[in-house]
């Protein structure tokens, strides 16, 4: 639709993307069955996965109230950091919202309990918070630096909190685990490689910088240099040497 040609990398990109995904997916644990929003309530308010959001809401308090005035604008790590740690959350209320609902259009009425609506407002506030600093490393950093990394670590902490929340390692076997890893690493290849490769036009290269060497003062002095018309002209050194003289 958008008349753009993909060179053999970025479809290479592509095949290791969809080839890391189907890994995933194929050798994914399979849920549980969740009778009603209150067990899933139960599994947030486990102590393993509060020391895991005491430890995420510390670290993004932190981020904004200390290192985002002092180094938002030149480290790339701060902003992705905020909205990876707030995503992981945001990412598990998301999923108690979507049961809570799956479950009321079946038939068991899920928006009497409080915490359905807890888990709104935690979604909501994620969400916002997510967005915000997520625009403001688009506005401040290149995208296709901030887009990989973003991916990589909000990829990270979610599979992380799920598995303190849902304990979904706990049913599969060492090979399970394993492949499931090899199929993240895939993406993150693939990824990786779209982005890096994507100013590529017809498999050449993306254009390099040319970077002029510079010229030591050592090397440059006692070298007679010419102007656009001929004239002789002295280094720099030179001249301050001259100068210096009379």
């Not at 209150?38 to 308090?61: H, K, N, Q, R």
């Not at 690493?185 to 040319?210: A, E, N, Q, R």
């Given at each position: 639709?958008?008349?753009?040609?993909?060179?053999?990398?970025?479809?290479?990109?592509?095949?290791?993307?969809?080839?890391?995904?189907?890994?995933?997916?194929?050798?994914?644990?399979?849920?549980?069955?969740?009778?009603?929003?209150?067990?899933?309530?139960?599994?947030?308010?486990?102590?393993?996965?509060?020391?895991?959001?005491?430890?995420?809401?510390?670290?993004?308090?932190?981020?904004?109230?200390?290192?985002?005035?002092?180094?938002?604008?030149?480290?790339?790590?701060?902003?992705?950091?905020?909205?990876?740690?707030?995503?992981?959350?945001?990412?598990?209320?998301?999923?108690?919202?979507?049961?809570?609902?799956?479950?009321?259009?079946?038939?068991?009425?899920?928006?009497?309990?409080?915490?359905?609506?807890?888990f709104?407002?935690?979604?909501?506030?994620?969400?916002?918070?997510?967005m915000?600093?997520?625009?403001?490393?688009?506005?401040?950093?290149?995208?296709?630096?901030?887009?990989p990394?973003?991916?990589?670590m909000?990829?990270?902490?979610?599979?992380?909190?799920?598995?303190?929340?849902?304990?979904?390692?706990?049913?599969?076997?060492?090979?399970?685990?394993?492949?499931?890893?090899?199929g993240?690493?895939?993406?993150?290849?693939?990824?990786?490689l779209?982005?890096?490769?994507?100013?590529?036009?017809?498999?050449?290269?993306?254009?390099?910088?040319?970077?002029?060497?510079?010229?030591?003062?050592?090397?440059?002095?006692?070298?007679?240099?010419?102007?656009?018309?001929?004239?002789?002209?002295?280094?720099?050194?030179?001249?301050?040497?001259?100068?210096?003289?009379l």
């Amino acid at each position: 639709m958008l008349k753009e040609k993909l060179h053999i990398f970025g479809i290479l990109g592509c095949v290791l993307c969809v080839v890391g995904s189907t890994t995933i997916v194929l050798h994914a644990p399979q849920e549980r069955t969740i009778e009603s929003v209150a067990e899933v309530w139960d599994l947030a308010t486990e102590p393993a996965f509060l020391s895991y959001a005491a430890i995420v809401l510390a670290a993004t308090f932190v981020l904004i109230y200390y290192f985002i005035p002092r180094y938002g604008q030149t480290h790339i790590m701060v902003y992705i950091g905020v909205c990876s740690l707030v995503g992981s959350l945001s990412v598990m209320s998301v999923k108690a919202l979507g049961i809570a609902l799956k479950l009321t259009f079946s038939g068991m009425n899920q928006l009497i309990y409080p915490q359905t609506w807890l888990f709104t407002i935690v979604v909501v506030a994620c969400i916002v918070t997510q967005m915000n600093y997520l625009n403001k490393a688009l506005d401040t950093f290149n995208t296709a630096v901030v887009s990989p990394i973003y991916y990589t670590m909000f990829t990270s902490l979610t599979i992380l909190a799920s598995v303190i929340m849902f304990k979904d390692w706990d049913r599969q076997n060492p090979t399970q685990i394993v492949t499931e890893m090899c199929g993240f690493v895939t993406i993150l290849s693939g990824t990786f490689l779209l982005h890096k490769t994507k100013d590529m036009v017809d498999g050449l290269p993306p254009t390099l910088p040319v970077r002029i060497p510079k010229h030591e003062d050592d090397g440059a002095e006692g070298i007679p240099l010419r102007s656009a018309e001929g004239i002789p002209l002295r280094s720099p050194r030179a001249t301050e040497s001259f100068r210096s003289t009379l």
